[in-house]
């Protein structure tokens, strides 16, 4: 089966599944359609990611713009090759994401998991070094936010799909994106707080949230 081909049928498939109760079938009707569906999935050795995936165009999504420590800046180029997105800053220097939208869903639901994940480690941190009547400077605070990016952007870029720079470079293609390249900025860190902080990345995770209630959906 060519790939035209493939396409129609997992559209066929989708529309099947798309016979429910909820859109106005008995429920017989929608018992057999699910029955007709599932016994096509299992003939053509069709998976619900593969379902998911078809139909779907590439579009770009504006992030939330709130950025502590710059948190989503140093976090958000490895967390869209894992999540097979393109990240960019706009002209407002906020971060956004181009791909497909079940993509760019996951992306920034985990960008913004894992920005809260490095607030609490940082205000973790903070807390044992008052306890210990020493002093929490904003350089201090940063280079702790710079050892656990940097930490987490190591296990993000060992999870990554290998073909992530062939994925990328058809989003950019696919939306006639025209991206500027931009240095990074080095910093002068503390390197006791990068210390602890690349320790307290080590505890990050990437899995996709469990949904109760079906697709979480771009707002």
Not at 61 to 66: E, I, L, N, Q, W
Not at 88 to 94: A, I, L, P, T
Not at 128 to 137: W, Y
Request: hydrophobic residues 40%.
């Amino acid at each position: 089966m060519n790939k035209d081909a493939r396409k129609k049928l997992l559209e066929r498939v989708k529309a099947i599944l798309a016979k429910t109760m909820d859109n106005g079938c008995t429920e017989g009707e929608a018992m057999a359609a699910l029955a007709k569906a599932r016994e096509l999935m299992a003939t053509y050795e069709i998976d619900e990611k593969e379902l998911d995936e078809v139909g779907e165009k590439a579009t770009t999504f504006r992030t939330a713009p709130s950025d502590p420590y710059e948190i989503k800046r140093g976090l958000s180029v490895n967390v869209g090759k894992f999540a097979s997105c393109k990240a960019f800053r706009d002209r407002e220097n906020v971060i956004c994401f181009a791909g497909k939208e079940s993509d760019i869903v996951f992306a920034t639901w985990l960008l913004d998991t894992l920005q809260r994940f490095v607030m609490r480690a940082l205000r973790a941190y903070q807390a044992d070094r008052a306890k210990l009547k020493l002093g929490n400077s904003n350089h201090t605070s940063a280079s702790f936010v710079v050892g656990c990016a940097h930490r987490i952007n190591e296990k993000l870029k060992e999870l990554t799909p290998i073909n992530w720079a062939e994925t990328q470079a058809l989003i950019v293609k696919e939306l006639n994106l025209s991206l500027v390249k931009s240095r990074g900025r080095g910093k002068d860190v503390d390197q006791n707080a990068a210390k602890s902080g690349l320790k307290a990345g080590e505890g990050a995770t990437f899995n996709k949230p469990v949904n109760a209630g079906g697709r979480m959906m771009l707002k």
